[in-house]
């Protein structure tokens, strides 16, 4: 069908609510690379609130064509940069100078030697004496910062989603270094604070929530990345008397998306964050038959008789032939159910009215009561629909027992939550959510059903072989039966608020709640591994006083045991299997920290050797950090893939020798490929929506893209 909504084909994967999520968001990018520039593109076209780029001026300006085509030197003697690493950030000149679209305006911020730049469309313009607004044309300076160009050049994609940035005076790591004092526990706190109060400004001028927030880091150093990672996973809270850095914030989904040269990792952190729409790919359609027909007679049951009474009223018999083949499955089957019973009744004399088929011989048995009740069951397609439905007839709908185990945990929770928040100052883990009121009422939704097993109907059914009256019927019953549910929930959200007035804030509306009810049995509450405890390779058990460690159940056994299953499982070939190469990347982080440049930055031969050398140190060092098996006799892993691989030197000089995976990542010098960069960036822009939207079920590991053979995996390490 013809649309004149250019949203329309995201709609149907994430409908309104999702989209509303969407427009809503602030997608912050740190480092305005091609990865990073590839992931904002791909949240920008289906439509992102805002967007906002934070990158340095220290030595990363685009400059004018006339030396950035060549390789020469700037001024400073520096190589300088070719545009041709990231598409979105060529060069300007004066010539190709434009003015932005019609009503779009330019803001200026300055706040701690920071500069910042928001463009605005004119219903979020504001009019302020002091920072007027300036008319949004592109600069016609020979040298402009990337991060300028790169939120202009997006801004042209989509007409709806505003764009800013901002130029930091140095590196992150630069000025996270700047804060260092004798005490680590201060140099901690003020990195905090310079993030928070940089990441504050952006929220208020965009009007945003702290959850609307998304951070994106796009080919940070390791110590770009862990302060960064950091204060996403703890959040901040601080109440000091210094106004700076006073403030509140939660922990806040990052997305981490790197391109090494062929090579390039994406990495979801997020810490106690809530899936309603789960959207499982085998879902149980929630018809309620099973439960209803236990039901009968006085047998408790779902409390939805009106199903059944709609099933007696309809006389198989006396239809004629053209409606007998188009009565509703959902009807056949409890008539079905009933005459099974009858038949097992006769024959083994138990008189048990509420009985389900439980043994593969008695399904079978409930297929037969079916197919002879149809009249011609190659004619009757309703029949066939019968019976390829059969399984719910007999299948109950069971929560998951991660979703039990937040029920049992309900009361405590909010208890808790409740109590912290009026004796001490709200923080990332003690202030009552949504979820949290949403589960409790849920929990005691079930404890008061007839059968204290019965959570709110769906309300939606599949399309069937049907009449028209027959299909309308029976949906209105199931959506009559699913607002009688959501507004007894609503009943039990009113108590709960009145028993805990803190939680005032954090009702859902009609939407949240009717969204809610829906996907009771898709509730997923995903923690990942922290970047810091994979970085460092700690793990629950080893420092569990560690705040950096996580909060899931994920043990050192059960990490590195999955990791070592995967080395049983290579790719075709083997050599090219994605983790082996992330070893090797993670080799270059720590020659990163060692040096603080990448390897491979001098190209004389030997130099790339003697990087080469030492990135297989590091690559040995890991290996067993990883727990891919102890040395045996001859120095070599217990691990085959692993000996074969990165631990397999090639001939060096003197006894320097290094293998092919460090002589490859040596090689790129943490080069910028647009097309491996365009791959990770729509990987890292889809687990982005992921966490916007709330729907389907994050990554939770690190995905590994190897471009060399187009392969990749995801590896939870």
């Not at 990337?146 to 992150?172: F, H, I, Q, R």
């Not at 039901?295 to 009474?309: A, H, I, K, T, V």
């Not at 929990?443 to 959570?455: E, L, R, V, Y």
Request: net charge negative; charged share 25%.
């Amino acid at each position: 069908m013809a649309t004149t909504n250019k949203y329309d084909r995201q709609l149907r994967l994430w409908g309104s609510n999702g989209q509303k999520a969407l427009s809503e968001s602030v997608i912050i990018l740190f480092s305005a690379t091609s990865a990073g520039t590839e992931s904002l593109k791909n949240l920008v076209l289906p439509g992102c609130g805002s967007f906002h780029i934070i990158d340095d001026d220290d030595d990363r300006q685009v400059v004018s064509n006339d030396t950035a085509n060549g390789n020469g030197d700037g001024d400073d003697g520096k190589t300088t940069m070719t545009p041709f690493h990231n598409f979105f950030v060529f060069p300007e000149q004066p010539s190709q100078t434009k003015t932005m679209a019609s009503g779009v305006g330019r803001r200026e911020v300055s706040t701690n030697n920071q500069r910042h730049t928001f463009f605005v469309i004119p219903e979020d313009n504001i009019n302020d004496d002091d920072q007027p607004q300036q008319p949004a044309t592109t600069s016609t300076k020979s040298s402009t910062s990337k991060a300028e160009v790169a939120t202009k050049n997006l801004m042209e994609l989509n007409p709806d989603v505003v764009g800013g940035y901002t130029t930091l005076p140095s590196p992150l790591s630069k000025l996270f270094s700047s804060t260092s004092s004798d005490d680590d526990s201060n140099t901690s706190t003020n990195t905090s604070s310079i993030i928070y109060n940089l990441l504050n400004t952006i929220r208020i001028e965009r009007k945003a929530q702290w959850n609307n927030l998304i951070i994106l880091g796009a080919d940070l150093s390791p110590g770009d990345t862990r302060p960064l990672a950091d204060f996403c996973w703890n959040g901040h809270n601080t109440t000091t008397t210094n106004n700076s850095s006073a403030g509140y914030c939660p922990p806040i989904p990052l997305v981490l998306v790197r391109s090494y040269g062929l090579l390039g990792t994406v990495r979801v952190q997020i810490r106690d964050r809530p899936i309603i729409e789960s959207k499982p790919e085998n879902m149980v359609e929630d018809l309620r038959l099973a439960s209803c027909s236990e039901g009968r007679g006085g047998g408790g049951g779902c409390g939805f008789s009106e199903l059944w009474d709609l099933a007696e009223g309809i006389d198989l018999d006396a239809l004629d032939e053209r409606d007998h083949g188009h009565v509703p499955f959902v009807v056949i089957l409890l008539k079905a159910l009933d005459r099974w019973r009858m038949d097992v009744t006769s024959m083994d004399g138990d008189g048990d009215k509420h009985r389900l088929p439980k043994t593969f011989a008695e399904k079978n048995e409930f297929k037969s009561v079916i197919r002879s009740m149809s009249r011609d069951i190659n004619k009757e397609v309703n029949f066939i629909e019968a019976m390829d439905y059969a399984y719910l007839a007999y299948t109950k709908m069971e929560l998951s027992y991660e979703t039990q185990c937040l029920l049992d945990a309900s009361e405590a929770t909010l208890t808790k939550k409740s109590t912290t928040t009026t004796t001490t100052s709200a923080t990332s883990t003690t202030t009552i959510t949504q979820f949290d009121l949403l589960i409790r009422a849920l929990a005691i939704f079930i404890n008061t059903s007839p059968d204290k097993k019965q959570t709110p109907l769906n309300g939606s059914i599949p399309d069937m072989a049907s009449s028209t009256q027959g299909f309308v019927e029976l949906q209105t019953l199931y959506r009559t039966k699913a607002n009688s549910d959501k507004e007894r929930m609503r009943s039990i959200l009113t108590e709960l608020v009145t028993e805990y007035p803190m939680a005032q804030s954090v009702v859902p509306d009609d939407e949240e709640l009717t969204i809610f009810c829906k996907n009771v049995h898709c509730l997923r509450y995903i923690s990942t591994r922290s970047y810091s405890a994979e970085y460092d390779l700690t793990y629950p058990d080893d420092d569990d006083d560690d705040s950096n460690n996580d909060n899931n159940n994920d043990s050192k056994s059960d990490i590195q045991g999955e990791i070592v299953a995967a080395t049983y499982d290579p790719y075709e070939d083997a050599e090219q299997t994605p983790l082996l190469w992330y070893v090797a990347l993670r080799a270059c982080d720590s020659f990163w920290e060692e040096h603080g440049v990448w390897p491979g930055g001098d190209g004389r031969a030997l130099a790339l050797e003697g990087d080469a050398v030492e990135v297989q140190g590091y690559i040995k060092g890991l290996v067993g950090r990883m727990g891919f098996g102890g040395e045996v006799d001859g120095g070599e892993v217990e691990n085959e893939l692993i000996q074969s691989t990165l631990l397999t030197l090639g001939d060096g000089d003197g006894g320097r020798s290094s293998s092919k995976y460090a002589k490859e990542v040596v090689r790129y010098f943490n080069a910028e490929l647009h097309n491996v960069a365009s791959v990770v960036g729509g990987v890292a822009s889809q687990e982005a929506v992921k966490l916007i939207t709330g729907q389907y079920v994050p990554m939770d590991g690190t995905y590994v893209f190897n471009g060399i053979a187009s392969v990749s995996g995801v590896y939870k390490f």
